[in-house]
């Protein structure tokens, strides 16, 4: 199987090479909507890198979340993740790390022995099966051709991943754990007196950049998750195998460029000298697509368990959710303005069975939700 993977991306990264194109994958699309602006090869098996580690920082916010972790909490760090190489922190194995210090260690300097930590100290000290983990939660959020073999995106040939799959997990943490987003978007970090840059170059230069990750491997290349905010409208770009981290900026912004442009917001030129490209006929097709009303609602209870369809940045965004989620379960949700500004699409007072038949009937129609307690 790791030889046929690995077979199946070395020929598709030699035939786009040879054609001329400055990565393997790209896709832009509107986070609130789900809705695809554009795409190449969105569903092409490739390398995720260090993206990998926005699923290690998701099953992070999640323990965070539950109670099982907290910002303050102190981490052990191991021999097995003192050793990990070759971008790193330094940490000596038997020391220690505050949970939030290694947030940023992962989302600012992509540090693999901190991502090694956290999948220690999150799943019995084993990072074997905290990827296990990993791959399993990205299938019940919809992630469907993604297998991870660790917590950093190390080289491993059976650890793969899609632009359309990194985007929908993109997507889920924003979603699930907007109050944690802004880890995403720290431009520098500074810990035991060394400041550390955030890889992302849209940060401070691409108008309205808010975060998100970068990654590279030899076998990768250069990849980019970009994320901005313009007129209303908040946008995610994947890019993947780009030759150097010049092209995967430029490309970024000029998915960025395209996206904001069909949804009617005009941009201008950026700091990036964007290279002219010829591309694929565009696509629309919604990454979420739903199906008709339910025919009984048989999930309202009066329970303490409720059900998240969604956090969003527009109250009209939170609207034509709830309207979505309302002919699938036949239940209008509430919509709740959080702390941070985003409009909140839960489902109140469910028992547990009833949290979980309206989680299971929102997902299967494509509706990215979660259950609370």
Known sequence: MKRVFAFIVSLFAYFGMAYGVPYRAVLVADIDSGRVLYQENANQLNYPASLTKIMTLYLTFDALEHNRLHLDDYLIVSKSAADAQPVKLGLTA???ITV??????????????VARVLAENLKGGKEGNFADLMTRVANEIGLQHTNFENSSGLPNDDHMSTARDIALLSMAVYKHFPQYW????????????????????????????????????NKSKYSLVATAE????????????AEDKDVRAQVAAKMLNIGFNKVGVKTSANSYNEQPHTVAPTTTNPVAKYAQPSETNTYRGTGSVGVQCGAFSSYNSAVNQSEKVKAITGITPDIQQNESGLYRVRINGLSESGAQSAKNAASRNGIDCYIFH
């Open 182 to 217: 802004k880890y995403f978007g720290i431009k520098t970090w500074t810990y035991n007196g060394k400041t550390y840059t955030n890889g992302n170059r849209l940060l401070g230069t691409y108008p309205g950049c808010d975060g998100m990750k970068t990654g590279f491997t």
């Open 100 to 113: 939030e210090d290694a947030i940023k260690a992962v989302a600012v300097h992509s540090a693999n022995d």
């Open 94 to 96: 038997g020391s220690k």
């Open 230 to 241: 313009r007129g209303g409208y908040h946008l995610i770009a994947v890019v993947l195998g």
